[in-house]
Each structure stands twice: as C-alpha cells, then as structure tokens.
C-alpha cells in the first residue's frame, strides 16, 4: 500500500516539469500555451499530444461506448487526460477552458521516455489513476440519486475545487453557473435554479453574486446523507 502523500508530493506539476527539463530536448517535445476561457478543443482517437494544467479550469468531456457524454472539471495541476494504452481512448473528447488558463502541450513520447528514467515506480501514473477513480466513483454514486440529490452531490464535490473561508465554510470556483451545475448533475436549468432557491431559503448557499459561498457544508452534507453513500473502496 502506498502512502498519499508520497504520491501526491511527488506526481505535483512543477516536480512533473522539473523531471520533464532534465532531459536538453524538453523544449522541443513540450511548449507552453495560452488557452482562453470559452475556446474549445476537440479530439478523435488520435492523441500524440496531451497536457498538463499550469493555471486555470477545464472542463473535459467523453463519449463512452455506450454513446452517454461525461463531463469533468479539471484543476491546475493536473492531466485532463493522459491515456494509458491506445484502446482505452475515447472516440469524441473536447475541452473547453472554463477560465483563462495555461498548460503545457507534453509530446507523449517524450513524456513516456522520462517516466522510464525518473518515475521508475509510476508515482505519476499512480496519482493520475487514483483522481480518475474518484471520478469515475463519483459517476456510480451519482447513478444511485435523485434529481434533487445529484445537485447536493455536485455541489459538495466542487468543494475541492473551492477556497475555504472557513472550516464549515466554502467559496465555490468562479466559472460555477445554473448550466453547468445542471449538466454535471444530470437535471434541467429550471430545476436546478428551483432546487437552488431551497438552499437559499435555508441558509446553506449564498448565490446572488459570483463566488458563489455554501456557508453550512455540515448541512449540506446532512440533505444527502452523505454518511450513508459507498465509500471508494
């Protein structure tokens, strides 16, 4: 069993491109881009290229083999894909930049060649599997609420992307609107504007200017339940 820490510690972006600019090819095989919010990429099977989030959001999003769409919000720091094996790539992808952000463009071979050289124990690989499980645990228990349930769920899952106020206390990440808290929760603008209103009324969200604050997460989690959902095993 590994420890969280080491993991995380390691597999971090600045220690990625310290490893990446050992190598006096590095600034050939990786350049660092600008990404305006609202532009969109799209993708096919094809990648010899992926990136890694310097600053700002994405939103990445997949067809699956059975034609349903996935969406993802995806922090600084982080891949917002990095294939593992050919067959494992999505037909359709898009990002879209949900802030201004920068990244770096990582030619994949290259990225490969290093991790053999200085990630000999799949450290970064690690890490990046284990957020995606998070993801994917997040999909399964989504699959088992309600309409009203998916956007509590949503809502308490943003908390990562957030900025602590306080111990009980979040601000939610700017880009955060009625659409995009409906798409990721599965229901209708209307319904989530609705449901929204509820938790307003009850003093656990405050929404009437960006950033939006939950300002009793305690309470929001007790709407769920949250003690009762599956943990990720």
């Known amino acids: 069993m590994y420890l969280k820490e ?3 510690n390691f597999a971090t972006s600045s220690n990625i491109l310290k490893l990446l600019k050992k190598d006096a090819q ?3 095989h990786c ?3 600008k990404f305006p919010m609202g532009q969109e990429l799209l993708f096919g099977k094809r ?3 992926f990136y890694l989030i310097e600053s700002g959001y994405v ?3 997949y067809e699956g083999q059975t034609g349903k769409k996935f969406s993802f919000f995806i922090r600084s720091g982080s891949f917002p894909f990095l294939p593992l094996y050919e067959e494992d790539i999505p037909t359709k992808s898009r990002l879209e930049a949900l802030t201004d952000v920068v990244w770096w463009k990582i030619d994949f071979s290259f990225f490969k060649q290093t991790l053999l050289l200085e990630d000999p124990r799949n450290y970064i690989l690690l890490s990046y599997l284990a957020r995606t499980r998070r993801e994917m645990y997040g999909v399964a228990v989504k699959d ?3 309409s009203k349930e998916r956007i509590y769920f949503s809502l308490l899952t943003l908390i990562d992307f957030g900025f602590h106020v306080d111990t009980n206390v979040v601000e939610l990440p700017v880009f955060l609107t009625y659409e995009r808290l409906a798409e990721l929760s599965n229901t209708s603008k209307g319904y989530t504007s609705k449901v929204l ?3 307003r009324e009850d003093k656990i969200l405050i929404s009437n200017k960006k950033p939006w604050i939950i300002s009793d997460i305690i309470k929001l989690k007790e709407l769920l339940g949250a003690d009762s959902l599956p943990e990720p095993f």
């Open 31 to 33: 350049i660092e881009e």
């Open 197 to 199: 209103l509820g938790l």
């Open 59 to 61: 939103k990445y999003t």
């Open 47 to 49: 990648r010899e290229h």
């Open 6 to 8: 080491t993991i995380d």
């Open 26 to 28: 590095f600034n050939h």
């Open 144 to 146: 088992r609420l309600n």
